[in-house]
């Protein structure tokens, strides 16, 4: 089993839609949970650190579920500049070890 | 202005040659990492240091060789080539150790091995 587990996608949505991407960790002692955003052939940049508390940043919204290992993101009001791969990244400790999941890719058309 | 630099974005190389990747950081970060994306996306820790001090080495052939010289630098080099080694390398630095750091990361250097 991976460590971290996503739907690689395509999820091809139009604009102004709201789409859901989940992710499943294996490692019941991680400890913190992010959600990265990587354009094509570019790095990956932080979009949001997900908070058991579940947390908000304008139209996205992250989830945290550690019974279950599972952690979402919902976008809002899709834009065409959302479309990218979204990276599900879980810190399990030991030097701050970034597993990272395959990414799942969404594109945002007209 | 860049946070996280690395020098050369592009190297394509031919099998058995040794090469290196540079890596900067401006941020005043204590801790840097590299890592390896493969053709299929699939972003991997390689290594990791803090304060020049060896913290992550992860299952990587002993080709690879991290440097250090100090906490701004990092540096990645890798012998004898194969072709196995084409992938993106990515460069990163987070402010220290705490697992809810952002780690910020560079531009990439595409190794192509022909």
């Known amino acids: 089993r991976k460590e971290v587990e996503q739907d690689p996608g395509p999820f091809n949505v139009p604009e102004g839609a709201t789409v859901a991407f989940n992710c499943t960790y294996s490692n019941s002692a991680s400890q913190s949970f992010f959600w990265y955003r990587q354009d094509c052939r570019k790095e990956p940049k932080l979009l949001m650190s997900?908070?058991?508390s579940g947390n908000e940043d304008g139209r996205f919204t992250a989830q945290l579920n550690r019974a279950s290992q599972y952690i979402s993101l919902l976008i809002r009001d899709s834009k065409l500049s959302d479309s990218a791969t979204y990276l599900c990244v879980v810190n399990v400790g030991g030097g701050n070890k970034l597993t990272f999941g395959t990414g799942t890719q969404l594109k945002v058309e007209l | 202005d860049t946070a996280v630099s690395q020098t050369p974005k592009y190297l394509v190389t031919q099998m058995g040659n040794d090469k290196s990747i540079k890596c900067e950081q401006n941020l005043g970060h204590d801790t840097m990492y590299w890592y390896k994306q493969d053709s299929k996306k699939f972003l991997k820790i390689m290594f990791s240091?803090?304060?020049?001090?060896?913290?992550i080495n992860e299952t990587v052939p002993n080709r690879f060789s991290p440097k250090s010289p100090d906490k701004a630098h990092l540096n990645l080099h890798i012998n004898s080539l194969e072709l196995g080694d084409s992938a993106v390398y990515f460069c990163?630095?987070?402010?220290?150790?705490?697992?809810?750091?952002?780690?910020?990361f560079g531009p990439g250097t595409r190794l192509t091995v022909l």
């Open positions: 997900v908070y058991s």
């Open positions: 990163a630095s987070s402010q220290d150790l705490a697992d809810y750091n952002e780690q910020f």
């Open positions: 240091y803090n304060n020049k001090e060896l913290i």
